[in-house]
């Protein structure tokens, strides 16, 4: 799933969505679009979740089937991925 973002310097792009924490973390998005609301929101004016929830590890017993990112390949092609990622948005 992709979210369309606003930069720091005003230029807009669509991202995965699991890199809008790490953008908005690192000061580099401004906005992004909140689809269910059809509107744009503004980074440290309008409401957000909270993080804590969703970085918080989780303790119980692990009941799912294992997860696709066990993998030592995938592992390494993710932290690629992330890698080159994090260069973009500095």
């Not at 993080?51 to 990112?69: C, G, K, M, N, V």
Request: net charge positive.
């Amino acid at each position: 799933m992709f979210i369309r973002v606003v930069y720091d310097d005003n230029t807009c792009d669509t991202i995965p969505v699991y890199l809008l924490q790490l953008g908005i973390d690192c000061k580099k998005i401004k906005m992004f679009y909140r689809n269910c609301e059809r509107r744009w929101i503004t980074v440290g004016v309008d409401p957000m979740r909270k993080t804590t929830h969703i970085l918080a590890p989780y303790t119980s017993p692990e009941r799912r089937a294992p997860q696709i990112f066990e993998s030592p390949f995938l592992q390494r092609r993710i932290a690629v991925q992330l890698s080159e990622i994090t260069k973009q948005l500095s």
